[in-house]
């Protein structure tokens, strides 16, 4: 197989327009990219899911939901903290984390597709 362009006109038009959609939404891209880099892991999207659905839990609720040590939990969260993807608020002992704004706007669509079981039907 060959993939090399053979290309005889380039629509100039189509070029320039694609490039000035890109560079609009080129932000937005960058910080789905980064998302899904971090959450291409089950347990943190699964947790991302839980803090989306629950707003805030702590690594023992995370650890009782899914069936885990607290340490992995937290080796998760962390890597999360890290990326920015989840903050964290300290009430007395307790850690709580939640999706940080921009993070639970780029993934709800997602979670409601998840939710709704239409994630099985586009696949």
Do not use: W
Request: proline share 4%.
């Amino acid at each position: 197989m060959n993939n090399t362009c053979i290309r005889v006109l380039a629509d100039v038009n189509q070029i320039k327009q694609c490039r000035e959609n890109i560079s609009i939404v080129n932000e937005s891209l960058l910080l789905l990219s980064s998302t899904f880099n971090l959450v291409g892991n089950d347990v943190r999207i699964k947790i991302l899911y839980l803090l989306q659905e629950e707003g805030q839990l702590c690594p023992c609720d995370l650890s009782d939901i899914l069936g885990m040590g607290v340490s992995p939990i937290s080796q998760h969260l962390r890597k999360l903290k890290d990326g920015n993807i989840i903050t964290s608020k300290k009430t007395g002992q307790t850690i709580f984390y939640s999706l940080s704004p921009p993070y639970a706007e780029v993934l709800k669509p997602i979670f409601k597709l998840i939710n709704n079981n239409k994630v099985l039907e586009i696949l």
